[in-house]
């Protein structure tokens, strides 16, 4: 982590900091015409694939928007390749994956898993980036968590309600161990090996946890996410986002992230409050609001700070991914109108 104490770095420790620091959850994407001119050229994979591309589209989104940190450009699919499994991209049509993983024989025929080498073009994307970046603003790296890649995995894509991976994580424990504890250990790997390269700060994606009832969760889920946050120094902020998860928080808050990010669905001081003041939380305007007009994307960034009424530890961001239909003019508002109102 540098030395250099910004206002992101500061506030996911709960640490006095102005203006408000903001960055979107997916600033680099289909929103914006850079983007979008890049990908004329190549198509997605290959642009996760060329670390140069991957750096230039994350310094870009971060400062075209002027946000007070950048996300590198991945994918939180990359790292099933390093199990020997193919994901390709459709357009339009989400990930797919070509085999999907139903039973414990695929698991066991899987290949040895060589993180360091098979996704050395993240890592390289990451020093480049972070050669770019100005020294104030911190890089965040990512991953997604077991259960969200166990849901892609099994479904072999996208899928409306994950009722599949559902059914085999309640009914199959044999297989679902397994497979929750070898992406438990390549995801430990992955992000240490993000943080080696430069990453200043990790984010853990669980975007389909919410399916999970309370049970469930802290049965069969919980211990491997609390066994990947415990990997890692505490002095390095992790962010945790699971979305639709807030019957899940009593037990998100044992998880112990430094950051704690939330969806929109619910108001931000009463998860704050059950996921605990003592932690950051970063959120969590609906990133449907970014598809209106100035006057209400104003009137409800000011409903989000009155609420937060200058607590430290707050992280403005979306509720989620910024939609690809949105303008670029209101992305841009934002971020200037949450650094505006409270520095
Ligand atoms: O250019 C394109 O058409 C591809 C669209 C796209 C982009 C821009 C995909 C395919 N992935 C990405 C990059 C990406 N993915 C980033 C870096 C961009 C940035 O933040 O600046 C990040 C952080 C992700 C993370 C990601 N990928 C998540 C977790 C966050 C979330 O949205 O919940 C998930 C679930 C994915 C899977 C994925 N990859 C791509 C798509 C369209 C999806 C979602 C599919 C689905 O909804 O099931």
Redesign the pocket.
């Known amino acids: 982590m540098s030395n250099h104490k910004t206002n992101f770095l500061k506030t996911c420790f709960s640490q006095i900091a102005r203006p408000t620091p903001i960055w979107l ?6 929103y914006m015409k850079e ?1 979008q001119a890049v ?1 004329q050229k190549v198509k ?1 994979l290959e ?1 996760c694939h060329n670390p140069q591309l991957c750096a230039e589209v ?1 310094l870009t ?1 971060r400062e075209k928007l002027a946000v007070d940190a950048a ?7 990359l790292i099933i390749n390093t199990l020997g499994i193919e994901v390709v ?1 459709k ?1 339009p049509g ?2 797919s994956i070509l085999t999907p993983v139903r039973n414990i024989d695929q698991i066991n025929n899987f290949k040895e898993a060589d993180v360091l080498n098979d996704l050395s073009y993240v890592f390289e994307a990451i020093k480049l980036a972070k050669s770019g970046l100005p020294i104030d603003i911190p890089l965040i790296g ?1 991953a ?1 968590a077991p259960f ?1 890649l166990f849901c ?1 995995l099994v479904e072999g ?2 899928s409306n309600n994950y009722n599949l991976a559902k059914q085999l994580l309640l009914s199959n424990d044999e297989f679902s161990h397994k497979l929750l504890n070898l992406l438990t250990q390549i995801t430990i790997t992955y992000l240490q090996a993000q943080i080696d390269a430069g990453a200043d700060a990790i984010q853990l ?1 669980d ?1 389909w946890i919410g399916i999970l009832s309370y049970h469930s969760f802290q049965n069969i889920v919980l211990p491997y996410l609390q066994k990947i946050r415990n990997a890692f120094d505490r002095n390095i902020p992790f962010i945790y ?1 699971g ?1 639709g998860a807030s019957h899940l928080y009593p037990l998100i808050k044992s998880i112990d992230a430094t950051v704690n990010s939330i969806d929109w669905r619910m108001e931000i001081m009463p998860a704050w409050n059950t996921l605990g003041y003592d932690k950051a939380i970063q959120g969590n305007l609906d990133p449907a609001i970014l598809l209106s007009n100035y006057d209400t994307i104003k009137a409800e960034v000011i409903h989000i700070l009155n609420q937060v009424n200058n607590r430290p530890g707050f992280i403005f961001n979306l509720g ?2 910024i939609l690809p239909q949105t303008p670029f003019e209101n992305a841009k508002y934002l971020v200037d109108l949450v650094h505006d109102l409270t520095s």
């Open positions: 959850m997916r600033q680099a994407g289909r983007y990908r997605f642009l994350t989104a996300i590198i450009f991945a994918d939180i699919l991209f357009e989400g990930p990512f997604g969200t892609y894509g996208s994606f975007s986002f979305q989620h991914g």
